[in-house]
């Protein structure tokens, strides 16, 4: 099993999550707006370097939503917790996910009252952890093995 932690704001302004939760589903960006990036770039955040990572997606990974705390910070927010319940989808580059836990903070929200369906599991209270290199889109794989300090912090409930 593998970690996961991804974005839900397209464009650093608009705000998905509440769709991605209400539809079962996690995906970075159409593939009909977002092209490749130009030749010669393959830094963290290029289309190219995200699409790899999201093809490594497989059924039974941890998903974990994250929101930077701005622009500057050091910190991010754990917004909500998911399994993958299928294979990434290349096709429509999404990967659809059992949603479980979710954010104190988010229930707060209108979009997020109006939801239909919402994760069983609130966390007690807000998930602050070091951003560390997860800036782009989708970070992963992680394995627990690997980062034993914190994966138990991101995940376990």
Known sequence: ?????????????EETLD?????????????????????GFSGGNSII?????????????RIAVKRLQGQGSKMMDILAIGIARTDADENEWRVYIDWIAISPNLLEKDEFKK???????????????????CRASIHGPYKLEENKE???KVFFI
């Open 1 to 13: 099993m593998n970690y996961w932690l991804v974005g839900a704001t397209w464009g650093g302004e």
């Open 19 to 39: 769709s991605f939760i209400e539809k079962g589903y996690w995906y970075c960006w159409d593939s009909k707006d977002y092209k490749p990036n130009p030749e």
């Open 49 to 61: 370097r995200q699409q790899n990572s999201f093809r490594k997606i497989k059924k039974g990974d």
């Open 115 to 133: 939801l239909d369906k919402l994760p069983n599991i609130v966390f007690p209270s807000t998930r602050e952890i070091e951003i560390g290199e």
């Open 150 to 152: 914190w994966i138990p």
